[in-house]
């Protein structure tokens, strides 16, 4: 079954305690992504990759790491987290071509930072 | 630079009347645009997209949207509203070959019984 999966899918933790967020996808996509979600914010992009060791900054990628070493992964990274950072993640993949590829979501990553 | 205004944070109707939810658009160059559909504690999923063929485009479970680039407006409508149509709606725009993704605020839909 093609799929985006993203562990863990509840975590809290506390300030400063870096921690990662995997994601993997199974559909040989080159285009990988990772959003957050906040209430009357929409997804707001943190970081984007079209490549294996291409990666690209999104629309907030403060507070943020992500390495696409393998095309099937795409970790994203907080090294120090901060409450800011409180917030539902999401990652995505597709096809390179945005014309014809659509984005395939994982179920999210609802993250508390204390 | 790119962006996208989804006009009603909240649409609520009567099973069985129409759905409307409107977007509006902003892009430097030809926009590719779609709509997504999340339902509660879910991912998100394609409903449909628009990328330079035909200006009326249709989509998965009966909804359907107009390209209107005079208007710089992707409108998403159903005839009939369902039940199970009740889950919160996201316009989704980004220019050929820029590889950015912007997302609209979101509207939730509320089907009424």
């Known amino acids: 079954e093609a799929q985006v999966t993203q562990n863990p899918r509840y975590l809290i933790t506390v300030t400063g305690k870096k921690l990662t967020v995997t994601c993997s996808q199974n559909m040989n996509h080159e285009y990988m992504s990772w959003y957050r979600q906040d209430p009357g914010l929409g997804l707001r992009q943190i970081y984007y990759s079209m490549n294996v060791e291409v990666t690209d900054k999104g629309d907030v990628p403060e507070g943020y790491k992500v390495s696409r070493k393998e095309k099937r992964n795409f970790p994203l990274i907080l090294e120090s987290p901060s409450p800011n950072q409180t917030s539902l993640y999401f990652c995505?993949?597709?096809?390179?071509?945005?014309?014809?590829?659509?984005?395939?979501f994982g179920e999210g990553s609802r993250l508390t930072v204390l | 630079a790119q962006s996208v205004t989804q006009l009603d944070s909240h649409v609520s109707v009567s099973e069985g009347t129409p759905v409307l939810l409107r977007c509006n658009y902003s892009?430097?160059?030809?926009?590719?645009l779609f709509w997504y559909v999340q339902h509660p504690n879910k991912g998100l999923q394609l409903l449909l997209k628009?990328?330079?063929?035909?200006?009326l485009v249709k989509g998965i479970n009966g909804f359907e949207a107009e390209f209107k680039k005079s208007e710089t407006s992707f409108h998403l409508t159903k005839p009939s509203a369902h039940m199970s149509d009740a889950a919160e709606y996201f316009c989704v725009v980004s220019e050929r070959g820029y590889q950015k993704v912007t997302f609209g605020t979101g509207t939730k839909l509320q089907v009424i019984p």
């Open positions: 628009y990328t330079s063929a035909a200006t």
């Open positions: 892009s430097s160059y030809s926009p590719s």
């Open positions: 995505a993949s597709r096809v390179r071509d945005l014309d014809t590829g659509e984005l395939f």
